[in-house]
Structures are given as C-alpha cells and as structure tokens.
C-alpha cells in the first residue's frame, strides 16, 4: 500500500510534467473507483491550467484555475507519465492529457483509489480538513506532540499512527521511529518523557525524509512504466525481524498486536 513517501515521491515525479500545463484531454475508462469519478474531472479540466500539484497526507492535489482534483492511490494505485501514445492496458482507468502531448496515466488493479473534486479551498474539503499536521512540516514540533499526549492513555504507537494526530505515520515507520526514539509501543502517549518524545518528533521526520530521499531514485521509473515502491525495506531496524538480534544490543526482536497491528521491537532498548 503506498503510504507518505510513495505518494510524495509520485508528486516530485508527476509535478515536471504538469505543472504549468494546460490540459488537453481527460480520458475515464472505468467511471467509478472508491467512489464515483466526479463529473467535474472530465467535464472542467480540458482547457485548465494547472497552477500546482501539491500533496496533503496521502493525497496528490492537482490544482487549476477552475478547481482542485484530490486523487488517492488507495491500496494498490498508481501513475506513470508516457511520452508517446501506447494503448491503455487492463486496470488502466484514467487519463490526463497535457497539452505536451504527455499522458499521465493511472492504473489501481483494486480499484480503492479516489477522484474527488473541489471549487473551494482543499483545506476545507471534510477528508482533509479533520487531518493533523504534516510529519515534515512546522507544525509537528514536540511542543505540538506533547500537548496532544497529556493525559492519553492510548498506547504511544496507535497514538502518532492517528491521522488527527500526524499524518503519515503508516505501521512500518511508527515501528521504526520508536525503535530509533527507544520508546516502547505500548508505552503510555501520557506518560512518555519529554526527552523520548523530542527523540521521537524527530525520529519520524527522519525515517520519513529516508524513505522519500531512497524513492527519488526510482523516480525514472516513472517513465519506463513500472513505478513500484518498497525502496525503504533495506532499511528496517525492527519492523518484521520477530526473533532475529536487535542491531543495537543483540537481544531477539519481538512482535506484539497494537491497535490490530502487528509492532516489532527490542525489550532491551525500548522501554
Ligand atoms: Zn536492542
């Protein structure tokens, strides 16, 4: 599933080709993903400007002068940007033409991907306007964190993996953050000291900001048509390594159920 740094590592590849560009042609082969494809999509970009496309959580808004397009990956989607025409093939559901003459092409064999669209500001749209702040933005400092955690008792990994808390933080990064920020997962939102959580703020921007500088590398493949992430896995500590040494200290790395979701650490330096 792509999580934060796919989408914005999709963002930096898109943004090139689109940006600037005024949209020539809007093609939707399959008239409905998670939710219906709005008719605004095929009926208001052919002819805007796209002024920006800029990311908020996991999703890529592509602004115009004539509105916003919010579009989601979901489970399994993608986007590829080809140069020259080549037929769509299965899963192949929608279109962007630019005016170049470059079509940016979206492909969700699950078809949990979303297009959704806004007149108004996206900040506003009620998917975006619940979400907390940026992991990489100003806004998530460990003043911002820790005033969201007094008094919680909700364990601190489902804590920062809350999208009303921070954006982002999918399972695997929350595992890693706190692996690097040694606090254990269960441990207490409420009762993690300041120090740990000043470690953990920048724990997360830290894993984040590795995982979207190892996807700038599979950028090209934006281009040759495959596109497909998982850059970050070479660099897991804890995360799925259930009974093998902790890098640090050597003690077996164990697994335990959060929130539903599977958490790894090490009993040794996570307390
Ligand atoms: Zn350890």
């Known amino acids: 599933m792509p999580e934060l740094p796919e989408v914005e590592t999709t963002r930096r590849g898109l943004a090139p080709w689109l940006e600037g560009q005024r949209i020539a042609q809007i093609v939707v082969r399959v008239p ?22 800029e990311r908020r959580a996991k999703w890529l808004l592509l602004r115009t002068d004539r509105g916003t397009a919010l579009l989601h990956l979901g489970m399994t989607g993608s986007f590829r940007v080809l140069r020259e ?40 749209h009620p998917l975006i306007a619940p979400l907390g702040p940026e992991p990489l933005g100003d806004d998530f400092t460990v003043e911002y964190l820790r005033g969201r ?5 909700v364990a601190i990994k489902p804590h920062i993996m809350n999208a009303q808390i921070v954006v982002g933080v999918g399972n695997i990064y929350a595992s890693e953050a706190l692996f690097r920020a040694r606090i254990h997962p269960a441990r207490a939102a409420g009762r993690v000291a300041l120090p740990r959580l000043e470690a953990l703020v920048a724990a997360i921007r830290e894993v984040l900001a590795e995982s979207i500088r190892d996807g700038g ?16 896995s070479r660099r897991l500590r804890v995360y799925d390594r259930a009974g093998s040494p902790c890098v640090e200290c050597g003690a077996p790395v164990r697994q335990m159920v959060l929130g539903q979701r599977s958490s790894y650490y090490c009993p040794r330096c996570q307390r």
């Open 32 to 53: 409905r993903l998670r939710w219906p494809v709005p008719p605004e999509f095929a009926g208001l970009l052919p002819g805007a400007r796209v002024t920006a496309l």
């Open 149 to 153: 955690s007094r008094k919680r008792s």
């Open 217 to 232: 590398t599979t950028l090209r493949d934006f281009y040759n048509g495959e596109g497909q992430p998982g850059y970050f």
């Open 85 to 124: 025409h080549r037929p769509p093939a299965v899963h192949d559901h929608l279109d962007i033409v630019t005016g170049d003459g470059v079509t940016v092409r979206f492909n969700d064999p699950r078809r949990f991907g979303s297009v959704l669209w806004t007149a108004d500001d996206p900040a506003l």
